[in-house]
């Protein structure tokens, strides 16, 4: 993973973590998190909200809820990243499920 430089933007980021996502590059999914990690990117809703989206396409929905439980979950961007990655892999009933226990414990987005 050298090809990313410590110093690179949380565009240039979101954009190979979404590639990641889009062709099941699972271990290079999670390397570049790794780099997100290191270097504070993790901080960014939509850094958070991609690394969602990412594990939840890649499959790893325990991972994807994991990350959201440490995202800002006032942010849209995160909800619709758990969500949309359960809804890509055809999971209509864990979304919902989620979807419920969220709101059953007052988690809500845009009110944090």
Same mark, same amino acid.
């Given at each position: 993973?050298? #090809?990313?430089? !410590? &110093? +690179? &933007?949380?565009?240039?980021?979101?954009?190979?973590?979404?590639a990641?996502?889009?062709?099941?590059? @699972? $271990?290079? +999914?999670?390397?570049?998190? $790794? @780099?997100?990690?290191?270097?504070?990117f993790?901080? *960014? #809703?939509? @850094?958070? =909200?991609? @690394?969602?989206?990412?594990? +939840?396409?890649? /499959?790893?929905? /325990?991972? #994807?809820?994991?990350? %959201?439980?440490? $995202?800002?979950?006032?942010?849209?961007a $995160?909800? &619709? #990243?758990?969500?949309? /990655?359960?809804?890509?892999?055809?999971?209509?009933h864990?979304?919902?499920?989620?979807? =419920? %226990?969220?709101?059953?414990?007052?988690?809500? !987005? +845009? *009110?944090?």
């Amino acid at each position: 993973m050298h #090809a990313v430089d !410590a &110093n +690179g &933007n949380e565009t240039l980021l979101i954009d190979l973590v979404k590639a990641c996502a889009r062709y099941s590059l @699972v $271990s290079e +999914g999670q390397q570049l998190h $790794s @780099v997100i990690l290191k270097n504070d990117f993790d901080a *960014h #809703a939509f @850094v958070q =909200a991609t @690394v969602i989206h990412f594990y +939840g396409c890649s /499959g790893l929905n /325990g991972l #994807a809820q994991i990350q %959201f439980r440490f $995202s800002d979950k006032s942010h849209i961007a $995160s909800w &619709n #990243a758990l969500l949309a /990655g359960l809804l890509r892999r055809d999971l209509m009933h864990e979304a919902q499920h989620q979807e =419920a %226990f969220l709101m059953q414990h007052h988690i809500r !987005a +845009g *009110h944090p």
